[in-house]
């Protein structure tokens, strides 16, 4: 009964991955639809799901470095920080520069993306708890580091007056603006890492994250690999930054604190790790429920704790884990079962000949 069940429901079957496919192209109609029509709370609903996007993307980038690379990152806050205030420096009153946010997006990820390296090059050799612990610090020298650095990042007072992007002489002084631009974003990263994690490179993390030693003694380069991801990641962390940056208007030191990479860490957990369809899932139910569930604030972080128990029982792999992940846990298989093959009964027939 299970086996017939998990035949017709599971996503082998070809009608159900067409089923998935309809429902996702409906629900990204849904979506594209919703600011258009007007509504009691639209802003907040506008808001929660841009927010909600803005930690997909930043989720796919620490999932490149944790679920793709195997390299537990408990700093990846500070590749959003990095891309925010790079924006924030170049497009406010406080130097006077007013540069293009066009300009400056992939200047932002660029920048962010060569912090990753810098970091990856002296933790080359650490692993497991060790590089969780170096990153993990290199978080909050990056969030001092903004706090004191007051002649370039004005300190705790933050920056503020960040200007609007303009696109075609449009200003984006709506949420709605950015509730699109972080749509668009969202998908295109999503498309780059599904062909990223498909592609030779993918398969080099692959090894490397299932055992890094063999992997170096087949022939990969496990170093360079390791900072490809890095900077891959951080790349992504940038982007995020600059579009939050010029969302928000202003940014402080408190917007980068430890938190956000905890939940980012979470979210990934929480979805599966590895699974790019696990971080939407984890997004959806780490940033947009919790706020969805306002009006019960007395009682959010009861049910959001229980969600987690429940979710730590019954999947403990992530809501959508990868099917590698899968394969290892033991919840699928990796191909069909061979057939059981009955011994000879030796009363019936001698040995074969």
Not at 37 to 49: C, E, G, K, M, T
Not at 291 to 296: A, C, P, S
Not at 302 to 309: A, M, P
Request: hydrophobic share 50%.
């Amino acid at each position: 009964m299970n086996t017939t069940l998990l035949k017709c429901f599971g996503t082998d079957n070809p009608i159900m991955k067409w089923v998935v496919r309809v429902l996702a192209g409906m629900l990204i109609v849904a979506l594209l639809a919703m600011p258009q029509i007007p509504f009691a709370q639209q802003a907040l609903w506008v808001r929660v799901i841009g927010y909600t996007g803005l930690y997909i993307i930043l989720g796919i980038g620490l999932n490149v470095i944790l679920g793709f690379g195997g390299l537990l990152h408990l700093g990846f806050v500070t590749f959003y920080a990095i891309g925010a205030y790079t924006y924030a420096i170049l497009a406010s009153d406080f130097f006077g520069y007013h540069l293009s946010f066009w300009l400056v997006l992939p200047l932002g990820a660029l920048l962010a993306a060569f912090a990753g390296v810098l970091l990856g090059v002296p933790v080359l050799r650490t692993r497991g708890d060790y590089l969780a612990i170096v990153t993990l610090a290199f978080g909050e020298i990056t969030r001092i580091l903004i706090t004191n650095l007051r002649s370039l990042t004005n300190g705790s007072q933050g920056l503020i007056g960040i200007d609007d992007p303009v696109f075609f002489g449009r200003t984006f002084d709506s949420g709605k603006y950015y509730y699109y631009l972080i749509f668009i974003f969202a998908l295109l990263v999503i498309f780059i890492t599904s062909r990223l994690r498909k592609s030779r490179i993918g398969r080099a993390w692959n090894a490397m994250r299932e055992d890094e030693d063999v992997a170096r003694m087949t022939g990969i380069n496990t170093s360079y690999y390791k900072l490809l991801a890095f900077a891959v990641g951080g790349f992504i962390g940038g982007l995020a930054g600059v579009i939050f940056a010029a969302w928000q208007g202003s940014i402080f030191p408190d917007n980068f604190n430890i938190f956000v990479s905890v939940n980012v860490l979470c979210l990934i957990i929480i979805g599966g790790v590895g699974s790019i369809p696990g971080v939407i899932v984890g997004a959806l139910a780490l940033i947009a429920l919790p706020d969805i569930l306002r009006q019960f604030a007395e009682y959010r972080l009861l049910l959001f704790g229980l969600l987690l128990v429940v979710m730590m029982i019954l999947r403990p792999a992530g809501f959508l884990p990868s099917k590698r992940l899968q394969i290892e846990l033991g919840q699928t298989r990796a191909g069909p079962t061979p057939e059981k093959i009955e011994p000879a009964n030796s009363s019936t027939g001698g040995n074969a000949s």
